[in-house]
T-cell receptor, first 115, second 111 residues
């Protein structure tokens, strides 16, 4: 069965430092997609970055990059030069096109950026 | 740009009451889904639909019904609310391999 695991319930990071949020996934299907979402205290879900299982290069979007290690089933989010506004809950998610395109989420990591 | 619209934003119900959470999207997405978010549990899939007239159960479907009569609308019904259904509910839509677009969420309290 599909599963997303985020092992860090909370993290504290000094402003301007780089941050790595861990995500591992489990699927037996060769084709899938991986997402990261940000949820600030206001509650909305903000899409950050996407990685397809067949993509040859790691995805990047501005200060966000996804460290995709397919053999280890790992899709860690890296935030460079963290800012106070990065304080939020972060969710890793996976889409399986072989299972009706369902998107399932991990339990999230709450990131606190310290000034 | 409306995107995904959820109503209401807040709701308080008494145990045993019924209600419908509304969700509409204007992006012509085939796929729509409902999640609930509880502290420490992330987002859990309640029900989803791959197109008009087609619905299926997610991880936590008990106590909820859905229907999809049009591409645009995907309401979630609570037939007899229970305190365990106190949660934040999100509706989302996506098309093919795209990311999911979320509504603003509904904070539901059952007393």
């Amino acid at each position: 069965a599909q599963k997303i695991t985020q092992t860090q319930p909370g993290m504290f990071v000094q402003e301007k430092e780089a941050v790595t949020l861990d995500c591992t996934y489990d699927t037996s299907d060769p084709s899938y997609g991986l997402f990261w979402y940000k949820q600030p205290s206001s509650g909305e879900m903000i899409f950050l970055i996407y990685q397809g299982s067949y993509d040859q290069q790691n995805a990047t979007e501005g200060r966000y990059s996804l460290n995709f290690q397919k053999a280890r089933k790992s899709a860690n989010l890296v935030i460079s030069a963290s800012q106070l506004g990065d304080s939020a809950m972060y969710f890793c998610a996976m889409r399986d096109p072989n299972r009706d395109d369902k998107i399932i989420f991990g339990k999230g990591t709450r990131l606190h950026i310290l000034p | 740009n409306a995107g995904v619209t959820q109503t209401p934003k807040f709701q308080v119900l008494k145990t045993g009451q019924s209600m419908t959470l509304q969700c509409a999207q204007d992006m012509n997405h085939e796929y729509m889904s409902w999640y609930r978010q509880d502290p420490g549990m992330g987002l859990r899939l309640i029900h989803y639909s791959v197109g008009a007239g087609i619905t299926d159960q997610g991880e936590v479907p008990n106590g909820y019904n859905v229907s999809r009569s049009t591409t645009e609308d995907f309401p979630l019904r609570l037939l007899s609310a229970a305190p365990s259904q106190t949660s934040v509910y999100f509706c989302a839509s996506n098309q093919g391999g795209s990311e999911a677009f979320f509504g603003q969420g509904t904070r539901l309290t059952v007393v």
